[in-house]
């Protein structure tokens, strides 16, 4: 089974960083993402590599990358948790936009409708509660799939914006996933 993954350490000092870009009127969000991968690592959190989880959700919709055959019409995309974590931004891709090319679009104005466990719940509560940069609130995803009789096999994805990198936190469901 597919171990969640400790995030090293940044490999520059994030407030340094942010101090010299900005005097030199370089505007990057680069530190965004060091600054939440810090912050998981601070709260006890892994992650599972992305590349591992995308090949696996691939995979369960028939989807193998360099072939171009599918064999099905189901996709996967990642779905809003709550209503407040879409955006107006976010309405520009979705599942059938690049989904089916085997690319995750994200996707649904109205938060994930499927029961979802007890302590992944806390987890995200927990995590908002110590996020301490209110002007770029946490982000909560749920792996969804499109065309899919039984409940999907989720993951939970945290972000710090649209556009920047997503962490796979939690999962649930997924006794075939092994990476």
């Not at 059938?96 to 499927?114: E, H, M, S, T, V």
Request: hydrophobic share 35%; aromatic share 14%.
């Amino acid at each position: 089974m597919l171990k969640k993954e400790v995030l090293p350490a940044p490999s520059v000092d994030l407030s340094e960083y942010e101090k010299v870009a900005k005097g030199i009127g370089y505007a990057v969000d680069f530190a965004l993402d060091e600054q939440l991968a810090c912050f998981l690592r601070e709260q006890g959190h892994g992650v599972y590599p992305y590349e591992s989880v995308e090949r696996y959700l691939a995979r369960q919709c028939g989807f193998f990358r360099g072939s171009h055959e599918f064999s099905s019409r189901k996709v996967w995309y990642w779905h809003t948790f709550r209503e407040k974590d879409w955006q107006p931004e976010d309405c520009t891709i979705g599942p059938y936009q690049d989904g089916l090319r085997g690319r995750p679009g994200i996707a649904a104005q109205k938060g994930y409708d499927k029961p979802i466990p007890l302590p992944v719940l806390m987890t995200v509560r927990d995590l908002e509660a110590a996020w301490t940069d209110k002007t770029k609130p946490l982000r909560f995803f749920v792996s969804d799939f499109t065309n899919v009789r039984r409940d999907p096999d989720p993951f939970l994805a945290v972000t710090a914006g649209i556009g920047r990198r997503l962490f796979v936190i939690e999962r649930w469901d997924e006794p075939g996933f092994r990476g």
